[in-house]
């Protein structure tokens, strides 16, 4: 089923951008999440928080502003572990029941735990190389 765009008073472009600079400044602060975003993201936030302002509304809004490729971004990481998901998943949870009324929360933190699941897949799971020859029967 497609998912429809998340359409609530006060959602927008500009409480999205909210949201995504609260959250940030969340893991920034964060003892585990803080150090790995600061290793990838040195000098100004700015381009990342717009780009993942353009992110989170093209998931919430279906604005399609967002042109980036959040796999290749994330399998480049170094350090990350499939843990770390679960803290960004409460960090943002939390942020997101902080900032939205309840039934917007909901929306929110569904699509990132969906967005989340989708990136450990593509981290952490690894289906063995195929052999090459014959089949056996």
Do not use: N
Not at 74 to 100: M, N, P, R
Not at 112 to 134: N, Y
Request: net charge neutral.
């Amino acid at each position: 089923m497609e998912e429809r765009p998340l359409e609530r008073e006060g959602v927008d472009r500009a409480f999205t951008g909210r949201l995504v600079r609260e959250f940030y400044r969340r893991v920034r602060q964060d003892d585990r999440l803080g150090p790995i975003f600061a290793r990838e993201i040195t000098g100004d936030w700015e381009p990342h928080l717009e780009k993942m302002t353009d992110f989170w509304c093209s998931v919430i809004l279906k604005t399609r502003s967002y042109q980036g490729r959040p796999v290749p971004a994330h399998i480049k990481l170094e350090g990350v572990t499939e843990s770390d998901f679960d803290i960004w998943l409460s960090i943002f949870a939390g942020t997101a029941k902080d900032l939205c009324d309840p039934d917007a929360a909901k929306v929110f933190v569904e699509r990132a735990e969906r967005i989340a699941q989708s990136l450990k897949l593509a981290m952490f799971f690894r289906l063995p190389a195929a052999t090459s020859g014959p089949v056996p029967a």
